[in-house]
Nanobody
Framework: QVQLVESGGGLVQPGGSLRLSCAASGSIFSIKTMGWYRQAPGKQRELVAE???????NYADSVKARFILSRDNVKNTVYLQMNSLKPEDTAVYYC???????????WGQGTQVTVSS
């Protein structure tokens, strides 16, 4: 089992920045991928950015060059630095992990990000 605790959402003006944090606990040794998804009202949940089991980092095209995914292995935490935010970035952001031999999906509780003037 992996538990995920997110923080850092909020309201920001267009062009502003926010940083999301996701701390993992439990069976962290079994984590294969870790990153962030988001879901806007009326839309499907979509990948934002993730660290893959192969050691690479994937970004959605819509956030490349604006968002940066990083991690602190000591704290078992990943961070999503979101810059140059746009109204279309408004969504609930979910931390996501795939872990274990059966590749179980784990989700955080979600944190709201609203970009509006």
């Amino acid at each position: 089992q992996v538990q995920l605790v997110e923080s850092g959402g909020g309201l920001v003006q267009p062009g502003g920045s926010l940083r999301l944090s996701c701390a993992a606990s439990g069976s962290i040794f079994s984590i294969k991928t870790m990153g962030w998804y988001r879901q806007a009202p009326g839309k499907q949940r979509e990948l934002v950015a993730e660290f893959t089991s192969g050691g690479s980092t994937n970004y959605a095209d819509s956030v490349k060059a604006r968002f940066i995914l990083s991690r602190d292995n000591v704290k078992n935490t990943v961070y999503l630095q979101m810059n140059s935010l746009k109204p279309e970035d408004t969504a609930v952001y979910y931390c996501h992990v795939i872990a274990g031999r059966t590749h179980m999906n784990y989700w955080g509780q979600g944190t709201q990000v609203t970009v509006s003037s």
